[in-house]
């Protein structure tokens, strides 16, 4: 990796619900999907949850609200299905921030109010990773 990264990922998880339910019903693509329980390829363990995640594509940008801005536009007009869906089969939504800082390089952090708006709306935690390479 020669520079700083940015990934968001939006994890829905919990005991057990059909993540291609989710799909259909949000219309987005997961870019990963896991059953509680199933064994983690490459691994000797197992899901402890079953989760839908969704990240965009890695950007070249050094600005969180890029991505951020992205990612809740894809979600646009999808947050109360999303949160229905959650309430009906006792789900947790959690956004996760992954920043990879390279040669001092560091990014932008910032959230608007639409990025804010949508963590409100599916009563999402954030948790946010820094690892400096």
């Given at each position: 990796?020669?520079?700083?990264?940015i990934?968001v990922?939006?994890?829905i998880f919990?005991?057990?619900?059909?993540?291609?339910?989710?799909?259909?019903l949000v219309?987005?693509?997961p870019t990963?999907t896991?059953?509680?329980?199933q064994a983690i390829?490459?691994k000797a363990?197992?899901?402890?949850?079953?989760?839908?995640?969704?990240?965009?594509?890695?950007?070249?940008?050094?600005?969180?609200?890029?991505?951020?801005?992205?990612?809740?536009?894809?979600?646009?007009?999808?947050?109360?299905?999303?949160?229905q869906?959650?309430?009906?089969?006792s789900?947790?939504a959690?956004?996760?921030?992954?920043?990879e800082?390279v040669?001092g390089?560091?990014?932008?952090?910032?959230?608007?109010?639409t990025f804010?708006?949508?963590?409100?709306?599916?009563n999402?935690e954030?948790?946010i990773?820094?690892y400096?390479?």
């Open positions: 990796m020669n520079q700083t990264s990934r990922y939006l994890s919990g005991e057990q619900f059909d993540p291609n339910a989710l799909t259909n219309g987005l693509a990963n896991g059953i509680k329980g390829e490459g363990t197992i899901y402890k949850d079953t989760f839908w995640d969704f990240s965009p594509d890695a950007m070249d940008s050094l600005l969180l609200e890029d991505i951020t801005n992205f990612l809740v536009n894809k979600l646009k007009g999808s947050e109360i299905t999303i949160f869906f959650m309430a009906e089969h789900l947790v959690k956004f996760t921030i992954v920043i800082i040669d390089q560091a990014p932008a952090l910032y959230f608007n109010r804010l708006s949508c963590i409100e709306s599916l999402a954030v948790d990773d820094t400096v390479l």
